[in-house]
């Protein structure tokens, strides 16, 4: 597809692509717009100038500084503005076209917002890989898996309200802590603060209490994909999460990226995952290629620092956990869920050391130091570092991007 729009020929945002997000400009507030090239296209002001004439959409759904209700309109809606889109980017007679300077926001003059009402959040931990590296660092070699892990998609419930959009600063947190295996724990501000290198999707149809979601049905119920960042105090991890998991080390915070890409757009990028040995239980078997090839890396910017350092390169098909698995194993016990809540996929690692998604395993606990741009070294975040992650797919000279999320580490209060 050939656009009238002068878009780059690098950029995540091409013709194939089309995400949505909420976005304000100048003393506008916060609507929907679907980002192209550099430019962001104004859904609300597109409606009123007959862009979607014929498509039945409700005349404020636009409007709203979430996406939730328009996701809830359903696919056939979403795919045929998506159609309407791609068709008015390429005319050059198009409404679009013709009213192009109130229609296209240009992306450094626009502020992005959180794009959707997030009722709830799980984290899973699919990657083998990573729970193999952090069981053998905690557990030892003969340990590193626990028992369940290969027969479902370990999971806890997180915080949603601590859910951040790219850019918003994350305070270093306060807590209990165990340095020392013989004495009392002490408090103050953790000394371990990580990233973990994640993709989160996002609901896009409700269900009712009680209510299953197969596996061959898991993507009717998916909108679309965001990169996420679930900032993790490994210190205050270490000493709370026995018995029931983390609490205060993970809901300090957890940064998104702004754009959500459809799983249509990702469709050209289909792959397979990893091989499932024991094979898994009935209602977790899926056929076909079920995950994507986005591929994936994490920077790190020090206070100061000239250039970034890129520590991380990942895949998200590497997961052993596909979506449509970890969407039926949520629901099988009849857990409701919400358009707008979130799923995310655990720390992505694959199998080489510059590809472990957190600095928990690419410091090996704090024993490998990370040297950056500048001469210093890392063994966790410091105050005033930028942690900036990255995702596109990219195949037959067409590249479908996710932006970046990116976030700056305060110091604690």
């Given at each position: 597809m050939q656009s009238w729009l002068d878009i780059p020929q690098n950029s995540d945002f091409s013709i194939y692509n089309l995400p949505y997000g909420i976005f304000s400009y100048g003393k506008k507030k916060p609507r929907a717009g679907v980002a192209i090239g550099n430019f962001i296209i104004d859904l609300k002001r597109a409606y009123k100038k007959g862009?979607?004439?014929?498509?039945?959409?409700?005349?404020?759904?636009?409007?709203?500084?979430?996406?939730?209700?328009?996701?809830?309109?359903?696919?056939?809606v979403h795919r045929a503005v998506r159609k309407r889109l791609q068709e008015q980017l390429q005319d050059p007679t198009s409404l679009l076209f013709h009213h192009q300077q109130k229609l296209l926001v240009p992306m450094e003059e626009a502020s992005m917002h959180l794009p959707v009402e997030i009722g709830d959040y799980t984290d899973f931990y699919s990657s083998e890989e990573h729970a193999t590296n952090v069981g053998k660092?905690?557990?030892?070699?003969?340990?590193?898996?626990?028992?369940?892990?290969?027969?479902?998609?370990?999971?806890?419930?997180?915080?949603?309200?601590?859910?951040?959009?790219?850019?918003?600063?994350?305070?270093?947190?306060?807590?209990?802590?165990?340095?020392?295996?013989?004495?009392?724990?002490?408090?103050?501000?953790s000394q371990a603060v990580d990233f973990e290198l994640e993709v989160a999707f996002i609901i896009g149809r409700d269900t009712e209490l009680g209510e299953r979601v197969p596996t061959e049905h898991a993507?009717?119920?998916?909108?679309?994909?965001?990169?996420?960042?679930?900032?993790?105090?490994?210190?205050?991890?270490?000493?709370?999460?026995?018995?029931?998991?983390p609490f205060l080390s993970k809901n300090f915070g957890s940064s998104i990226s702004p754009w959500i890409v459809t799983l249509d757009a990702l469709e050209s990028f289909r792959t397979q995952g990893p091989e499932q040995n024991p094979p898994v239980l009935p209602y977790l078997q899926t056929e076909g290629a079920r995950t994507f090839d986005i591929q994936l890396e994490v920077a790190i910017m020090p206070k100061r620092a000239e250039k970034e350092t890129v520590v991380c390169r990942s895949n998200f098909k590497y997961l052993y956990w596909n979506m449509a698995q970890q969407l039926a194993h949520h629901t099988v016990n009849g857990c409701n869920i919400r358009v707008g809540d979130l799923m995310a996929s655990g720390t992505i690692s694959g199998s080489t050391p510059d590809s472990f998604g957190s600095m928990l395993e690419l410091t090996w606990n704090r024993k490998n130091p990370i040297t950056m741009s500048d001469g210093s070294t890392r063994t966790a975040i410091n105050d005033l570092d930028v942690v900036i992650m990255r995702g596109h797919c990219e195949k037959d000279g067409i590249r479908v991007g996710f932006g970046k999320v990116e976030t700056l580490l305060l110091p604690a209060e």
């Amino acid at each position: 597809m050939q656009s009238w729009l002068d878009i780059p020929q690098n950029s995540d945002f091409s013709i194939y692509n089309l995400p949505y997000g909420i976005f304000s400009y100048g003393k506008k507030k916060p609507r929907a717009g679907v980002a192209i090239g550099n430019f962001i296209i104004d859904l609300k002001r597109a409606y009123k100038k007959g862009v979607f004439e014929d498509i039945k959409i409700p005349k404020k759904v636009f409007d709203k500084p979430v996406l939730n209700d328009y996701i809830r309109l359903g696919k056939p809606v979403h795919r045929a503005v998506r159609k309407r889109l791609q068709e008015q980017l390429q005319d050059p007679t198009s409404l679009l076209f013709h009213h192009q300077q109130k229609l296209l926001v240009p992306m450094e003059e626009a502020s992005m917002h959180l794009p959707v009402e997030i009722g709830d959040y799980t984290d899973f931990y699919s990657s083998e890989e990573h729970a193999t590296n952090v069981g053998k660092m905690f557990r030892g070699e003969a340990n590193a898996l626990r028992p369940n892990w290969k027969y479902l998609p370990v999971a806890y419930h997180g915080r949603a309200s601590s859910i951040v959009i790219s850019g918003t600063p994350i305070r270093r947190p306060m807590g209990q802590s165990r340095p020392n295996d013989n004495e009392p724990p002490v408090f103050g501000p953790s000394q371990a603060v990580d990233f973990e290198l994640e993709v989160a999707f996002i609901i896009g149809r409700d269900t009712e209490l009680g209510e299953r979601v197969p596996t061959e049905h898991a993507e009717d119920y998916i909108f679309g994909l965001v990169l996420f960042n679930d900032w993790s105090a490994r210190d205050l991890q270490k000493w709370e999460y026995v018995p029931l998991g983390p609490f205060l080390s993970k809901n300090f915070g957890s940064s998104i990226s702004p754009w959500i890409v459809t799983l249509d757009a990702l469709e050209s990028f289909r792959t397979q995952g990893p091989e499932q040995n024991p094979p898994v239980l009935p209602y977790l078997q899926t056929e076909g290629a079920r995950t994507f090839d986005i591929q994936l890396e994490v920077a790190i910017m020090p206070k100061r620092a000239e250039k970034e350092t890129v520590v991380c390169r990942s895949n998200f098909k590497y997961l052993y956990w596909n979506m449509a698995q970890q969407l039926a194993h949520h629901t099988v016990n009849g857990c409701n869920i919400r358009v707008g809540d979130l799923m995310a996929s655990g720390t992505i690692s694959g199998s080489t050391p510059d590809s472990f998604g957190s600095m928990l395993e690419l410091t090996w606990n704090r024993k490998n130091p990370i040297t950056m741009s500048d001469g210093s070294t890392r063994t966790a975040i410091n105050d005033l570092d930028v942690v900036i992650m990255r995702g596109h797919c990219e195949k037959d000279g067409i590249r479908v991007g996710f932006g970046k999320v990116e976030t700056l580490l305060l110091p604690a209060e």
